[in-house]
């Protein structure tokens, strides 16, 4: 069973920096993607950042410039350094995985974390 776990989330204040982490168990990530998501209270869940085994990368525009995804493959983990942090970065921040390119493109991702929370404070 695929296992996806997240951590490196916290508290942080404006213009401060963190990186998610997201280690996988039992996936071999060798097609599709990997991605990371987040979802404020009473927001609807958004995509953050999506790296595909090409390593082609796609970010939402509100974190250009200022996010990046990567990946260690010996380490099987995902990243997601966050720079620059904003009060509305505040959410939960879901780690997804799915080896299928079109359910990549389409954000249906087959595989989630649990979630790590970011709160940044102003």
Known sequence: QV???ESGGGSVQSGGS???SCVA??????TGCMGWFRQAPGKEREGVATIFTDGTTS???SVKGR???SRDNLK?????????????DTA?????????YFACKNGNFGYWGQGTQVTVSS
């Open 59 to 61: 970010y939402t525009d």
């Open 76 to 88: 099987n983990t995902l990243y997601l350094q966050m720079n620059s942090l904003k009060p509305e």
């Open 18 to 20: 963190l990186r998610l």
């Open 67 to 69: 996010f990046t995804i």
């Open 25 to 30: 168990s039992r996936y071999t990530y060798r």
């Open 92 to 100: 939960m921040y879901y780690c997804a995985a799915d080896p299928n």
């Open 3 to 5: 296992q996806l776990v």
